[in-house]
DNA sequence: GAGTGGTCTAGACCACGTT
DNA sequence: ACGTGGTCTAGACCACTCT
């Protein structure tokens, strides 16, 4: 039961019943679990209280909420596995695992340089430049949203077929060829244009990653972030 | 003004324009925003609402409120960089700088190990095992706080002392050498010990790495839970 | 039509920090 | 004493899903 005159918040206090009842198997992924208003009835709190707790673990990823419907535990196992290192070889591990990769491309337009893109593109100021954004499904899931920039002197023919294929290879095969990336990894609470991109509700935590991708030889190629989802995949790293 | 009608619903229509006032520098960093009060006031809308809004934003990482005193802009700027895929050079790293870092070992003790742990650690059920926990601080804010398994049979001698230096030095001078490590990165909001811990508030995000660390030989050294605190610090990687 | 979660209101009391 | 954010209540209306 709950403790009103605890100095721990009633919503604290049912956060961590609901969670010691996920934890003992009371009540198991896929499970369905009492309604706000049971909830408020059961523990004499307010339907407001309860939401609370219920929203709280619901960001935390234990539990899913269905308008109509009702809040349910979700487990967290993302099955597939994808490196965050890597620059290349998305498409070809998806393959691998007998899921079809695709590319999605809503925007590809010319955009001006300001003046923090162009120091980080080693260009002038007002240059011009592609925006792109890009999202990477495997089987229809979004895993991957990419928003990205690069001079548009370095890739004057680039078209969004070349983006929906393999933007490596688009590379090469106009003579550059790509080395590396510098990478600021961070958990965010997604905007809601990037979550949606994503399938993702409000306020679900996400990873991001701002780039540098350089050519080889050191010149940059490509200002990008890129948000993954982490709902349904799995990220990751080697470190020595 | 906000649109009661409209179908976004009223916080978001606000958390927009409190957004579009800090983009705009109406707001600038370090400003005070209106109270809850005045934002209910001047928009005709509950304090509930305004709240949720303000709330939103908060764990978005724009706004940051301090009881007592009110709400606030705060900037993205994280001064120090650390790198996610080294295993060492972390407390040299922050000397250089002219930082003086600090480890603290809350925990150290023997458990034994269950079904799971004993798969990933290499070792029997129930075999003895060290949990430690670790809290690097830089200039005393706390940077990383780690939660790590270790067999018993691996480092019988291990004492809170060599924990507070150098891990790796002192698994070296135990004729061991650290090779690699295997991570699972994910973003996360941390529960109140984590939090508490790295000194941050309830429902922000976090970064969080879930490690393999081997000997050179393939041996597995140790199973750990590394949470950083990216509120001061920025995470860096390199990708190939 | 009944139940669910999503939003919203207009109050209330509290702990905290400033004055 | 006053204003702030933190919590909590007891209602309300809505859109959605299932039956």
Redesign the pocket.
């Given at each position: 039961m709950l403790d009103k005159n605890s100095l721990i918040?009633?919503?604290v206090q049912l956060e961590n019943l609901l969670l010691e009842m996920i934890e003992s198997g009371e009540l198991k992924v896929g499970d369905i679990i009492p309604?706000?208003?049971?909830l408020s009835k059961n523990y004499?709190?307010?339907?407001?209280?309860a939401?609370k707790a219920i929203d709280n673990l619901t960001i935390k990823g234990f539990l899913e909420?269905v308008?109509?419907?009702?809040?349910f535990v979700i487990g967290k196992e993302k099955k597939i596995e994808l490196p965050l290192n890597r620059l290349r070889g998305f498409t070809q591990k998806v393959k691998e695992m007998g899921l079809i990769p695709k590319n999605i491309v809503p925007i590809l337009e010319r955009r001006k340089a300001d003046k923090k893109l162009a120091k980080l593109l080693g260009i002038d100021e007002n240059e011009d430049v592609w925006y792109m954004e890009r999202i990477r499904q495997i089987d229809d899931t979004p895993a991957v949203f990419e928003q990205s920039y690069i001079a548009i002197s370095l890739l004057p023919n680039l078209t969004r077929k070349d983006l929906m294929s393999s933007k490596f290879e688009y590379v090469r095969s106009q003579g550059l060829e790509i080395s590396d990336s510098d990478r600021e990894i961070s958990a965010e609470i997604p905007d809601d244009y990037v979550a949606s991109s994503l399938h993702l509700k409000r306020n679900e935590p996400i990873l991001l990653a701002e780039c540098i991708t350089y050519l080889k030889g050191g010149q940059v190629l490509e200002y990008s972030t890129i948000f993954y989802n982490q709902k349904k995949y799995r990220f990751k790293l080697y470190a020595d």
């Amino acid at each position: 039961m709950l403790d009103k005159n605890s100095l721990i918040p009633l919503y604290v206090q049912l956060e961590n019943l609901l969670l010691e009842m996920i934890e003992s198997g009371e009540l198991k992924v896929g499970d369905i679990i009492p309604s706000e208003n049971e909830l408020s009835k059961n523990y004499s709190i307010s339907r407001m209280t309860a939401k609370k707790a219920i929203d709280n673990l619901t960001i935390k990823g234990f539990l899913e909420r269905v308008k109509g419907k009702g809040t349910f535990v979700i487990g967290k196992e993302k099955k597939i596995e994808l490196p965050l290192n890597r620059l290349r070889g998305f498409t070809q591990k998806v393959k691998e695992m007998g899921l079809i990769p695709k590319n999605i491309v809503p925007i590809l337009e010319r955009r001006k340089a300001d003046k923090k893109l162009a120091k980080l593109l080693g260009i002038d100021e007002n240059e011009d430049v592609w925006y792109m954004e890009r999202i990477r499904q495997i089987d229809d899931t979004p895993a991957v949203f990419e928003q990205s920039y690069i001079a548009i002197s370095l890739l004057p023919n680039l078209t969004r077929k070349d983006l929906m294929s393999s933007k490596f290879e688009y590379v090469r095969s106009q003579g550059l060829e790509i080395s590396d990336s510098d990478r600021e990894i961070s958990a965010e609470i997604p905007d809601d244009y990037v979550a949606s991109s994503l399938h993702l509700k409000r306020n679900e935590p996400i990873l991001l990653a701002e780039c540098i991708t350089y050519l080889k030889g050191g010149q940059v190629l490509e200002y990008s972030t890129i948000f993954y989802n982490q709902k349904k995949y799995r990220f990751k790293l080697y470190a020595d």
